[in-house]
């Protein structure tokens, strides 16, 4: 369907918005950078680190939330990649580093963050559990974690920068019975899931992660990706945790998703369980609750 006037007018408004978002926090992409490299120091990290106390800071509060349960408290950046690993502190530097850019002191705003967050750790949690389920290797686990927490970075857009327009997206899609997808696109020109893509590349986020915000809702018939599969049946699990009210309507799961994780009835069942359970421990990481 053809864009009326003033919904041509509005996609002209994003896609300004879009180039005019400011880019990561350098620290950001000079970690990233620093990560590719095969020699890299826990030292050279944390000095970079270092000079972003802010970043610092919220990678600290992270690591020590319930969400990870360590058995003490880690008090400095070395301790944190001595932890997790060199890729998993990336991968929240980046997490954080987007919340940096997209966030609202809006009550209203700030009200609809915290449920989009709510529902990203839904999906990271489900995410990374299907992919240690699928045995797959640790790097791709901790890739696929972060692909679950920033799979919606394009409707966080939406909610941040446009909010009054995107509640009337949600509205219709509920009121009608509508994917998500189609009002978007329907009202928009676009998805929530293009947007983040473009948003993803624009911050020179690597290639695996970006196919994965920009495939979690609609997977391409010749696409086989793993990190893909776990994210969109991860995010399929999540909107059902979350209701229409945070996520609008929402397809269940792509047959060829779920012919590839392979769950019985039960293990499935007890996916949104766990699933459930982690999303408790999650609320004060990233500063939700």
């Known amino acids: 369907m053809a864009l009326r006037s003033e919904n041509f007018l509005l996609r002209r408004y994003i896609d300004k918005a879009m180039v005019d978002l400011p880019a990561l926090p350098g620290v950001v992409l000079q970690v990233v950078q620093a990560t590719e490299k095969e020699n890299v120091t826990t030292a050279e990290i944390e000095g970079l680190l270092s000079t972003d106390p802010a970043i610092a800071t919220k990678l ?3 690591v020590n939330s319930a969400y990870f349960g360590l058995p003490r408290q880690i008090v400095n950046v070395n301790q944190t990649v001595a932890i997790l690993g060199m890729h998993q502190v990336r991968n929240l530097v980046m997490s954080i580093g987007v919340l940096n850019v997209l966030t609202s ?49 394009g409707r966080l857009f939406l909610f941040t920068l446009f909010h009054l327009p995107y ?8 009121k009608k019975g509508e994917p998500i997808d189609e009002v978007e696109r329907r009202i928009l020109g676009t998805t929530h ?3 983040g ?33 776990c994210c969109h049946v991860a995010d399929a699990i999540a909107n059902e945790l979350a209701g229409p009210e945070v996520v609008g309507v929402f397809r269940p799961a792509h047959l060829r998703a779920q012919q590839w994780l392979g769950f019985s009835d039960e293990q499935w069942e007890g996916l ?18």
């Not at 893509?197 to 086989?224: C, S, Y």
């Open 60 to 62: 600290l509060k992270v």
């Open 105 to 153: 002191t809006t009550p209203r705003v700030a009200e609809a963050q915290k449920a989009h967050w709510g529902h990203s750790f839904a999906s990271a949690s489900c995410a990374e559990s299907i992919a240690r389920a699928k045995n797959l290797p640790r790097k791709d686990i901790e890739m696929i974690f972060i692909g679950g927490l920033l799979h919606d970075v």
């Open 167 to 174: 509640q009337e997206v949600m509205k219709e899609s509920i």
């Open 193 to 195: 899931a293009e947007l």
């Open 197 to 229: 893509g473009t948003l993803a590349e624009k911050w020179n986020f690597p290639q695996g992660l970006v196919n994965m915000i920009r495939h979690h809702d609609q997977i391409p018939d010749n696409m086989i990706d793993p990190g893909v599969y």
């Open 272 to 289: 949104k369980t766990h699933t459930s359970e982690q999303v408790e421990k999650a609320k004060d990481m990233l500063g939700v609750a």
